[in-house]
């Protein structure tokens, strides 16, 4: 059997449940180009790996802040 190879989108409310922000937050990133997203009518949907990848970035950023000290760094 051939797989599904076609990507798979989330939505706005989806990224933000699994990123444990509100729906404002993942709107921001997109518009700040910080999330891709592709623009469906008049609603937002991102792609799963890219939000996979968004996530990932972030945990890098957070394991380790400026100063040298351990905490969550802000991304975006």
């Known amino acids: 059997m051939s797989e599904n190879t076609s ?6 409310a989806e990224v933000a449940d699994m990123c444990r922000v509100s729906r404002m937050t993942v709107y921001r990133w ?3 180009g ?5 623009r469906f009518g008049k609603s937002f ?4 790996q890219a939000a996979a990848e968004f996530v990932q970035r972030a945990a890098l950023t ?12 802000a991304v975006g």
């Open 45 to 48: 949907r991102v792609p799963e």
């Open 30 to 32: 997109v518009h700040n």
């Open 62 to 73: 957070s394991d380790v802040d400026e100063d040298g000290g351990t905490g969550v760094t």
């Open 7 to 12: 990507p798979r989108f989330l939505t706005v």
């Open 34 to 38: 910080d999330l891709p997203a592709v």
